[in-house]
């Protein structure tokens, strides 16, 4: 439906669950991730992904780093993702 409408990409910025459940159905190609200088912490701290997570490291999502860019202290990460526990 999108693609009838000449919409070829989308920004999903929503909180562990959605990133989670994005990035498990195979649709996230580019992650954006900024880092600050803050820790917050906490056993109640948001995570940004959440969902029931990966038991095994060969089935991670991996990540291409693609550029780092300084926001004045901030840092900012973009990167595309892998998905070799997708594949095959």
Do not use: M
């Amino acid at each position: 439906a999108l693609g009838k409408r000449n919409i070829d990409s989308v920004l999903l910025e929503g909180g562990g669950e959605l990133n989670f459940s994005a990035l498990r159905s195979g649709i996230v190609n580019r992650v954006h991730a900024y880092i600050s200088p803050k820790i917050f912490g906490g056993s109640g701290a948001k995570t940004p992904v959440g969902g029931t997570g990966i038991s095994e490291v060969s089935e991670c999502f991996g990540l291409k780093t693609q550029r780092i860019t300084w926001l004045d202290e901030d840092l900012l990460i973009e990167s595309e993702v892998e998905y070799p526990c997708l594949q095959g």
